[in-house]
């Protein structure tokens, strides 16, 4: 019967494409695609030519009926997002609750996701970790979300794009304190991989003295709080600040 194939695609290396993934985008009726051109020249590099359907954010609810019909008429779609594991923080988890709501068999061709690539070579602890994808983009926002962070035991995983990250750095030594250590991976598996590793206050300034270390794609690894006073410290101090806003 059909099955929907969710296709993990490289994350910058294009090497690491597997023989897998390129099996089952050749086999598939079609590919469903974050940004169709971007998956046309990644499947020309690999001389396959599928039809393209999109499915972004913007269209997904009103997608999904229709790729359902396909898949119960017999199809086999694969999903693929412009880089890495579709559903971490892509499009694609409408169809795959659909797909599964109407008893369609789904299943995963697993690769690179750049969050678990970071978290393999950061040197933190990675038998217990929470992935919070993107923070908010407005800062109060942001603020909020990483003081309710500041005592999360777990190994935080971050993703962060270049024209954020210097705020993102400022706001976690306010909220985590300049000492808690952290992990900078940027541009995994191309030209430019950097690794940086330092408490939270060293890579501020490190970022922010390097123009360099400001561009690509970047995952932020941070250390979970240890269960000791300094969480209950952040957090008595976040707590007084919030306070203080509102004194007169
Ligand atoms: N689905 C993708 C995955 O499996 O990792 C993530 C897609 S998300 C829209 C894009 C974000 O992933 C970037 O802003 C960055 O935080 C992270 N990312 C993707 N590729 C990366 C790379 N080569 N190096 C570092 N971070 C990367």
């Given at each position: 019967?059909?099955?929907?194939?969710?296709?993990?695609?490289?994350?910058?290396?294009?090497?690491?494409?597997?023989?897998?993934?390129?099996?089952?985008?050749?086999?598939?009726?079609?590919?469903?695609?974050?940004?169709?051109?971007?998956?046309?020249?990644?499947?020309?590099?690999?001389?396959?030519?599928?039809?393209?359907?999109?499915?972004?954010?913007?269209?997904?609810?009103?997608?999904?009926?229709?790729?359902?019909?396909?898949?119960?008429?017999?199809?086999?779609?694969?999903?693929?997002?412009?880089?890495?594991?579709?559903?971490?923080?892509?499009p694609g988890f409408r169809l795959v609750r659909a797909a599964r709501a109407a008893g369609i068999p789904v299943?995963?061709?697993?690769?690179?996701?750049?969050?678990?690539?970071?978290?393999?070579?950061?040197?933190?602890?990675?038998?217990?970790?929470?992935?919070?994808?993107?923070?908010?983009?407005?800062?109060?926002?942001?603020?909020e979300r990483l003081a309710r962070l500041a005592s999360e035991p777990r190994t935080l995983i971050f993703y962060?794009s270049a024209h954020r990250i210097e705020e993102s750095l400022a706001d976690m030594v306010t909220a985590f304190?300049?000492?808690?250590?952290?992990?900078?991976?940027?541009?995994?598996?191309?030209?430019?991989?950097?690794?940086?590793?330092?408490?939270?206050?060293?890579?501020?300034?490190?970022?922010?003295?390097?123009?360099?270390?400001?561009?690509?794609?970047?995952?932020?690894?941070?250390?979970?709080?240890?269960?000791?006073?300094?969480?209950?410290?952040?957090?008595?101090?976040?707590?007084?600040?919030?306070?203080?806003?509102?004194?007169?």
């Amino acid at each position: 019967s059909a099955t929907l194939y969710i296709v993990a695609t490289p994350i910058g290396h294009l090497g690491d494409m597997s023989p897998r993934a390129l099996d089952t985008l050749r086999g598939a009726a079609a590919v469903c695609a974050e940004d169709t051109r971007h998956t046309r020249q990644l499947l020309a590099h690999f001389g396959i030519e599928r039809p393209l359907l999109a499915l972004h954010q913007h269209n997904e609810d009103a997608q999904v009926a229709q790729l359902v019909q396909r898949l119960l008429a017999g199809e086999s779609l694969a999903l693929v997002s412009d880089a890495g594991t579709p559903l971490v923080s892509d499009p694609g988890f409408r169809l795959v609750r659909a797909a599964r709501a109407a008893g369609i068999p789904v299943s995963p061709v697993p690769g690179a996701c750049a969050a678990i690539a970071a978290l393999s070579v950061a040197g933190l602890a990675s038998d217990r970790f929470a992935f919070e994808g993107f923070l908010p983009a407005k800062a109060g926002a942001r603020r909020e979300r990483l003081a309710r962070l500041a005592s999360e035991p777990r190994t935080l995983i971050f993703y962060e794009s270049a024209h954020r990250i210097e705020e993102s750095l400022a706001d976690m030594v306010t909220a985590f304190g300049t000492d808690r250590p952290a992990v900078l991976a940027r541009e995994l598996t191309k030209l430019f991989e950097t690794v940086l590793d330092g408490s939270l206050g060293e890579l501020r300034e490190r970022v922010a003295a390097d123009p360099n270390q400001r561009k690509g794609e970047f995952v932020l690894i941070v250390e979970g709080a240890g269960d000791d006073a300094d969480a209950k410290i952040i957090e008595g101090r976040r707590l007084y600040a919030k306070l203080a806003e509102h004194l007169p």
